[in-house]
């Protein structure tokens, strides 16, 4: 009996250090929706090396206060929290801007091509016009990333014509939105 339980309780060591194991060298780490069951403590020891930096700042147009952490500043990875509270407990939402390993665990990241968007959303996106705050927003238009909680905004690779400018849906023919070579620059996740 005493080798059964010596056994049973071997093997429950073992296993429990090698998912400790498999957590920190987990490839998937940069999925962004995997972070918001955690607090900003946890999120340091789950990423000891991301050398988080935290802070207080202006959001939402300037009218919002709220606590925020940066993991990997100046990194490709960089990757900006705000928190729903000062105890930092709650994610308000996540943000990223920089083609590092971030991305949704729809697979968009920054690169992600509008025609790779239209495909995951398995509907036609719209987007809103460039040069100003919400520039390229995505509208999902009821498609399978309607309840995702991302928030996609796009950039062209070419200079885009006038109309493309301002806040308004845009309506361009195929031809002329290939010609803009479009891709993500922005993805939000907003949790709250």
């Known amino acids: 009996m005493r080798k059964i339980v010596f056994v049973i309780l071997a093997l429950t060591i073992i ?5 400790k194991k498999a957590i920190s060298t987990n490839s998937n ?12 403590e946890q999120l340091k020891e789950l990423y000891p090396d991301a050398n988080m930096r935290e802070d ?18 100046n ?8 928190w729903q509270d000062d105890e930092k407990s709650k994610i308000h939402d996540i943000r990223f801007s920089d083609s590092g390993k971030w991305q949704s665990s729809t697979g968009i990241r920054v690169g ?7 495909d995951l959303n398995a509907k036609p ?12 927003a995505v509208l ?3 498609g399978k990333l309607e309840n995702s909680q991302l928030h996609v905004f796009l950039t062209p690779n070419t200079e885009p014509k006038s109309q493309f400018y301002g806040d308004h849906i845009i309506k361009a023919s195929e031809k002329e939105i290939e010609e803009l070579d479009l891709h993500v620059q922005t993805l939000i996740l907003k949790v709250s």
């Open 140 to 142: 999902w238009n009821e």
């Open 75 to 82: 990194t490709p990875n960089e990757l900006h929290i705000t």
């Open 56 to 73: 207080k700042g202006m959001f939402e147009e300037g009218t919002v206060e709220r606590a925020y952490c940066v993991l990997y500043p």
């Open 112 to 118: 992600t091509s509008y025609t790779e968007l239209n």
């Open 15 to 19: 296993s429990c250090n090698s998912s």
């Open 125 to 136: 996106i719209s987007f809103y016009g460039f040069g100003w705050d919400y520039s390229g």
């Open 29 to 40: 780490k940069f999925i962004v929706e995997d972070l918001t069951a955690y607090n900003s």
